[in-house]
T-cell receptor, first 116, second 116 residues
């Protein structure tokens, strides 16, 4: 059974720092790995999706990498800003022999606070 | 472009009352549809998912039910709410995995349900 872990649960940093958010998963048989952002009281917003055959994806100041062999994904945020403050969640879509899964397995998220 | 609508945004209901939350998706056909619940400190819990009209998979035994009367409509219901049903309910969609496009999961803005 796939399990996704995000450590630490919270992080507080000063503005301008380059950040690394970690995500680990127990089963390397994944179809893709997705990163989301959630603002307080809102739904989740998709940030990046990395297919199992890819090593990384970039969008603006965000870069996500995937290492299936070690069961890890990282989200890099360059030059952090107060507007980046939110909870960040990662999720793995299992790739099962019987035809695959449609069900993402989520981590519990990491609450990021960027202080001005 | 695709959009997802979820309503109401907030709801306060007494114990024992019925529940109906509705979600619709525009701009795509034959999506996978999901209902999640997010409780404080417990992460995202998948409640139901559907890969087609009338096809509902239940992930957690409880007093909730889901229906998909139309291709892009997903409804979460209960006949009698419990205090433990309080939480933040999120509807989501993505394209089915067999398509050529690796689809991220897209969420609605959620419904904050308080059972009193």
């Amino acid at each position: 059974k796939q399990e996704v872990t995000q450590i630490p649960a919270a992080l507080s940093v000063p503005e301008g720092e380059n950040l690394v958010l970690n995500c680990s998963f127990t089963d390397s048989a994944i179809y893709n790995l997705q990163w989301f952002r959630q603002d307080p009281g809102k739904g989740l917003t998709s940030l990046l999706l990395i297919q199992s055959s890819q090593r990384e994806q970039t969008s603006g100041r965000l870069n996500a990498s995937l290492d299936k062999s070690s069961g890890r994904s990282t989200l890099y945020i360059a030059a952090s800003q107060p507007g980046d403050s939110a909870t960040y969640l990662c999720a793995a879509l299992p790739d099962l022999p019987q035809g695959g899964s449609e069900k993402l397995v989520f981590g519990k998220g990491m609450k990021l606070t960027v202080n001005p | 472009s695709q959009t997802i609508h979820q309503w109401p945004a907030t709801l306060v209901q007494p114990v024992g009352s019925p529940l109906s939350l509705e979600c619709t998706v525009e701009g795509t056909s034959n999506p996978n549809l999901y209902w999640y619940r997010q409780a404080a400190g417990r992460g995202l819990q998948l409640l139901f998912y559907s890969v087609g009209i009338g096809q509902i998979s239940s992930e957690v035994p409880q007093n909730l039910s889901a229906s998909r009367p139309q291709d892009r409509q997903f409804i979460l219901s209960s006949k009698k709410l419990l205090l433990s049903d309080s939480g933040f309910y999120l509807c989501a969609w993505n394209r089915q995995k067999h398509s050529s496009y690796n689809s991220p999961l897209h969420f609605g803005n959620g419904t904050r349900l308080t059972v009193t």
